[in-house]
Every structure is written in C-alpha cells, then in structure tokens.
C-alpha cells in the first residue's frame, strides 16, 4: 500500500501522540492474582532449609513392600547402628506403604494395629532413641499404591498427627489422585508440614509425571524422576524399569539439583537378589556421582559382607555427600563406554568411567573432561580399590569389566582457576 503525503502525516501525527502519552497507562502490568498463582510462583514461598545433602537412609519397600511389622522396624534399626551404617550417614528409618490402619471417627489416620501394636509413636521413639530419625509413607489421593487410606481431605489433620509422633520425614506418593493437580496437591502438604513446626524432610513421588524438577525447588526436597526401580540391570519390568533405564531418564535433568532440593531416580537395590556385586558397584556409584538419595532398599539384617563393603564405602558416600551439592553427568559417550564426572566443594572432581556392555572396555579421560587446564596439580584416588594411584598427569585410562566402573576422586594440590559448577 502507498501512503500519500496527507496519510503519513496523519501516521506521524497518531505516533507522536502515542509516545507521548504516559507509560503508566500504556505498560502497567497488574498484580498477580494469588487466587490463581502457582504454588513454586509465590513469592512468598520459601524453601524448608533441610536436606542440604542428600538424604540417606532405609525404606521397607524394595525388599520387604507390604510385608512389614513393628519387629521388623525395631531390628532394622538395631541393624543400623551395629553395621556400621548409621555411623556412615544412613539416618532415616523410613516405613514405606501398608502401615495404615483406618481413620478414627475424627478422620484422624491410624496404625495397623496387627502389624504394629505399640502404635507408630513408640516405634519412632525406638528408633529415635538409637540416634536416628524416623519416616513414614502417605499419598496425595484418596488411597495409597497399596489401597490404605491416602491424605487427600486430611493435609493438616496427617501432618499434625506425623509430628506428634516424632516423624522427620515423609515419602508423599501418588496413586489414586484422579484429576488433581501434582503442584497443588503437594504445595498443600509441603504447606501442612510446615505449619506443624517440626523440621519434617518432604519426598515427593510422583514419578516425575508433572515434571516436578520445574516447579518443587520450594516445595520438597527431593523429588522422583522415574517410574519405580527395580533389581535388574535394564529394562522395563511390569510397573518398574531396571537400572540402565532409571539412570537415563535422571542424568539429563542434573542442572535441576542444588542443597536442599534433589532429583530422585528412586531407592537402593544394593544387596536384592537381581543384581551381581559389580552391577551393586556401579548402581552405587552411579547414585553417588548424580547426587541422589541413598536410601538402602535390602534386608540389612541378612546383607553379605559384599553388600555391606559396597554401602559402606565412605569415600564414595563422601562424593554423594559433598557439600557443594552439583549433580554429576554423563560427559563423554561412545558406545557402551561412559565418562561421567560430579565437581566437588574445594576445586575436586569425582570421575567415573562406566561401561554398560558385555565384554571388557578401555576407558579414558583427560583434563578436556575435567574443564582443568593444562598442568593443574592433583592427587588421584581409587575409591573401589581404596588406594591412591598419585598424581595427576592429565590423562587416566583403565579397563573396566562388563557392567563395572572405574572410580577416581581428583583433589587440588594447588589451586584450580576453572569453574567447579562447569
């Protein structure tokens, strides 16, 4: 279209008019309306300050599911402290699914009184007093995964009744939750807990449906990526999916986790029947290098002195535990041969060099990897082998058995000028 002189005169005319008029009228943004706002957009919100390294303890349910009583919480318990484990950091005794019993006339939840006579207030009080700290399970519907009573309806009156019991931490699951909305549903109870005034460590588990690595950074502090896990190497099995599968979907979501809120690719199945010692190896060290809980799913009572070396390998706890609280990742992949590596507090580097094939592999990695420069001084360690392999001269290489890992920690010596969050 042609304007005329007359046309673009108007034109210049309506423009000077419009820029002069007042930004307030043109550009006022209103108010969010906190009616509407999303929970994680509140910013009033604030996150719970707990969980500053990732959790670490013991759930029921991998080994024993519904199949729990009272007597097996107690020896648990008993099994913590004289293992060793308690004393490497495993602190939460965490009763998963079917400990409900019905709701009483005030719709306050009880326990099984079969399974657990004493009621869930003394058991806490036994497990507290061996100096650990005690969890339970609930969910956001109307009924658990196991068809007890769910928390939907009863946020505050389940939050209220958690704290007078003693517990510090709650598994808050998903099934039976019809057409609710995950952050609603768990900003709810993240909100019930908090009212309560007990420090109570809040796990959400939705299965990473609604993509909670978005939105639970204020929520909870710790959140699942995955469906459930299960004792095979790969795979999906039913409802749960193996190893390699888990380890996949949680690696890419590592720019999500930071102290006090984790990516959670489901608890330990260290020490259960379907997994050989070196696959326990690297499933430990995986966990380790992504920063994830490291809640044991096994019978600790009967655990063999291989399961026991493998979940109490302190300096590969050390690695999940370092407080500067990066997930590690996958950085170099070709084929069935990994290198992953997990910047630790101080300038270190955690390193893993993974192979997920059937034969024996060679791998390698270099200072390129490391994001070090050329000629920095470090000290190398293998953390299986529990031995120091002495300095660092910019390139590592190793053959790595079928389904097995390599695992080094690197400290400075000297400085490091590098990035440790690259």
Known sequence: MILRGGSRAFLALVSLCLAAAPLAAQDAIPAPDPNTLAP?????????????????????????????????????????????????GYTY?????????????????????????????????YVHSKGLKFGLYSDAGRKTCGGRPGSQGHEYQDAITYARWGVDYLKYDWCSTGT????????????????????????ICEWGNNRPWLWASRIGNLWRTTGDITDKWAGKHGYSWGLLNIVDMNEPLWPHAGPGHWNDPDMLEVGNPGLTPVENRAHFSLWAM????????????????????????KDVIAVDQDRLGVQGRRVAREGDREVWVK????????????????????????????????GVRLKVRDLW???????????????VEPHGVVMLRLDARASVVSDPRR
């Open 40 to 88: 994680s957009q509140d910013p009033g919100r604030t996150a719970n300050g707990l969980a500053l390294t990732p959790p670490m303890g013991w759930n029921s349910w991998n080994r024993f599911a519904c199949d729990i009583d009272e007597r097996l919480i107690r020896k648990t318990a008993d099994e913590l402290v004289s293992s060793g484990m308690k004393d490497a």
């Open 180 to 203: 609710r909305n995950a952050e609603e549903a768990y900003a709810l109870m993240a909100d019930a807990l908090r009212a309560t005034g007990r420090d109570i460590v809040f796990s």
């Open 385 to 399: 082998a529990h031995r120091d392999l002495g300095a660092w001269k910019g390139r590592f290489e190793a053959e």
């Open 290 to 313: 992504m920063a994830a809980p490291l809640m044991a799913g096994n019978d600790v009572a009967s655990m063999d002195a291989e399961t026991r070396a493998i979940l109490l390998n």
């Open 343 to 374: 910047p630790l507090a101080g300038g270190g580097r955690a390193v893993l060099l993974f192979n997920r094939g059937e034969t024996p592999a060679r791998i390698s990695v270099t200072n390129e990897a490391l994001a070090y420069p050329a």
């Open 93 to 125: 005794v965490v009763i998963d699914d079917c400990w409900h019993g019905a709701r009483d006339a005030d719709g306050f939840i009880t326990a099984d009184s079969q399974r657990f006579p004493s009621g869930i207030k003394a058991l806490a009080d």
